[in-house]
């Protein structure tokens, strides 16, 4: 695959328009059909915003290949991991989201930012 190809599956699967994907990014339609046919790549900044709008990690547009098993729904994932979480120990869950989440980064100040808590207690 290529970052076309990923950019190109996730906008359907989410049921857009180009035009919608062009005119959120602030590019024309033009310029993000030659992202989506491979003739040129967006800059850094606008996979930032691909990567906002499409729900989909930095990491993953770059690598050019698409998840198999990504939920296009969150309430879906949401359920069945309301399922599970219960049965699983916090060591076993942490570890477990370490493997799997592409950006951790990311993830970590999404946390902080819903904990509400001063981000320099948390610095070190």
């Known amino acids: 695959m290529s970052v076309g190809s ?4 996730r906008r359907i ?3 857009m ?3 919608d994907v062009a005119e959120t990014i602030g590019v024309t339609v033009q310029t993000y059909g030659k992202w989506e046919n491979d003739k040129t790549e967006p800059k850094a900044s606008q996979i930032a915003a691909l990567s906002s709008l499409l729900n989909l990690p930095e ?3 770059c690598s050019g ?3 198999e098993n990504i939920s296009d729904n969150p309430m879906q994932f949401m359920n069945k991991f309301g ?3 219960h049965h699983v120990d916090d060591f076993s869950l942490v570890l477990t989201m370490y493997d ?3 950006d951790e980064e990311g993830f970590y100040k999404a946390l ?5 808590l001063p981000k320099e207690h948390f610095e070190g």
């Open 6 to 9: 990923v950019i190109k599956q």
């Open 13 to 15: 699967a989410l049921n």
């Open 17 to 19: 328009k180009q035009e």
């Open 59 to 61: 990491k993953v547009i």
């Open 65 to 67: 290949k698409y998840p």
């Open 83 to 85: 399922k599970l979480v």
């Open 100 to 102: 799997f989440i592409e």
């Open 112 to 116: 902080l930012k819903e904990s509400e």
